[in-house]
């Protein structure tokens, strides 16, 4: 965790802890998940990202007439705190999202119904003495990093400076850090400094009831994924998460399981898709969860290749627990595997007209 956001967060895990205890036993009795909400909240903690989820959490209980939602993408998806919360209706029980699968350092959120400038601004008049939202500025000579980042990335930077805002003007499509003379100086371009300030990125969605038509056919969005759809015909709710995952993949498709399933090899139902698809592989052949969690973070960051000493133990631990060659060689060719909350948030989104409400 980032030292200057240390005292926001802490107030989180308070604050949070006693509206996950109130909230939580509405929807389940089960104090093994109770356990599992509060090593999400350690988790978010440590990562320095839980005062998010609560600034998440207060604005929809500030607007709760009005039809606000939220659209997360990423592993966050993962955490079953969010769904308690009614933050999100991503299920991870459900769809079997382990939480041990977050590792997203920005939150990325589309609001449903609502719009970035409310939100931002609603933090301002909040959290005033504490925290500033920046719009982060591009070099536009710099057309690489440009395509990188979006220009709808936050800075989030603690208050350094005056209250008064004659002695500290609104600060516009700049961004400031503290230097070491402890003066505040303009940064360029903001994402050279994101290993110093957390950064978020805060979009809109247009509300489902506003397409022209209805159902999963809209989680399809490019014709990379229409074309694997067309292959494996996809029906329910559950295959066009495999599909919009699998679209998003590095070499899980083309050059690996396109061909299996031509010839016959692989189905829809066995289709690795998504870093889910791996571990559940994986504990279904009896291998530890804590080896399985780390073989599985080797394999969806391609380094099967990068690191053949280590894969051919991980190689050795597979066979000995009689995982299937044809898998084992799956695994070796990825280099970049979709997680499947985003793609359970995706389907949700376009089959719920109410938006998560």
Not at 44 to 68: A, M, T, V
Request: glycine residues 4%; charged residues 30%.
């Amino acid at each position: 965790m980032l030292e200057k956001y240390e005292h926001l967060n802490m107030n989180a895990k308070i604050y949070l802890f006693d509206e996950l205890k109130e909230k939580f036993f509405l929807k389940y009795k089960n104090l093994d998940l109770f356990r599992r909400c509060n090593k999400e909240l350690d988790l978010l903690y440590d990562k320095g990202l839980l005062f998010l989820i609560e600034i998440f959490y207060k604005y929809k209980e500030y607007h709760s007439r009005l039809p606000i939602s939220y659209h997360f993408r990423g592993t966050i998806n993962n955490l079953l705190l969010l769904y308690v919360l009614d933050i999100t209706d991503v299920d991870p029980i459900k769809y079997n999202l382990p939480y041990e699968l977050f590792n997203d350092s920005t939150i990325c959120v589309d609001l449903i119904h609502a719009i970035p400038l409310d939100f931002l601004s609603y933090v301002g008049r909040n959290y005033y003495d504490e925290l500033r939202f920046v719009y982060g500025t591009h070099e536009k000579e710099d057309i690489e990093e440009i395509n990188a980042f979006e220009d709808n990335h936050y800075l989030l930077i603690p208050f350094f400076g005056y209250k008064d805002s004659k002695d500290c003007p609104m600060l516009k499509d700049i961004s400031l850090r503290l230097n070491e003379d402890l003066i505040l100086e303009t940064v360029d371009d903001y994402r050279k400094y994101k290993d110093e300030f957390l950064t978020i990125r805060v979009d809109e969605k247009q509300p489902i009831s506003d397409y022209e038509e209805k159902g999963l056919g809209n989680v399809l969005t490019n014709d990379f994924e229409k074309e694997i759809a067309e292959i494996l015909q996809p029906k329910t709710i559950r295959d066009y998460i495999k599909v919009k995952s699998i679209g998003h993949g590095t070499d899980v498709w083309n050059y690996n399981q396109d061909a299996l399933v031509a010839e016959g090899k692989i189905t829809l139902e066995n289709l690795i898709a998504t870093r889910e698809d791996i571990l559940e592989y994986l504990l279904d052949h009896s291998i530890d969860r804590d080896m399985a969690l780390e073989m599985l973070n080797f394999i969806r960051k391609g380094r099967a290749k990068k690191d053949p000493t280590k894969w051919d133990e991980y190689v050795g631990i597979m066979k000995e627990h009689n995982c299937e060659d044809m898998f084992i060689d799956i695994f070796s060719k990825i280099l970049f595997i979709f997680g499947r909350g985003q793609a359970v948030s995706e389907c949700l989104f376009v089959v719920d007209e109410n938006n998560y409400i």
